[in-house]
Nanobody, 115 residues
């Protein structure tokens, strides 16, 4: 059984910074990618950033230059450093992990950016 536990999140003023963490546990033999998606009420879940175990990254255009994703393969942890936050970054952020066989999601973390 695989679990993803996220931490970080909360309330921050526009222009501020916040870091999200995601820790994976359980029977994980090989990580393909870790990353975050976000979802606002009534909208589809959308990509924020992903990273492969080799360190290759992919970012949504809306966060490029502001967000940085990193991974610690030994700890099975990923981190999302979010800088220059904007009110439109307000969403529930979901950690995702992919293996060669499966996709796993975390429980979601609320990020609120006040103007």
């Amino acid at each position: 059984q695989v679990q993803l536990v996220g931490s970080g999140g909360g309330l921050v003023q526009a222009g501020g910074s916040m870091r999200l963490s995601c820790t994976a546990s359980g029977n994980i033999f090989s990580i393909n990618t870790m990353g975050w998606y976000r979802q606002a009420p009534g909208k589809q879940r959308e990509l924020v950033a992903t990273i492969t175990r080799g360190g290759s990254t992919n970012y949504a255009d809306s966060v490029k230059g502001r967000f940085t994703i990193s991974i610690d393969n030994a700890k099975k942890e990923a981190y999302l450093q979010m800088n220059s936050l904007k009110p439109e970054d307000t969403d529930v952020y979901y950690c995702r992990l992919t293996t060669p066989m499966s996709i796993y999601w975390g429980q979601g973390t609320q990020v609120t950016v006040s103007s």
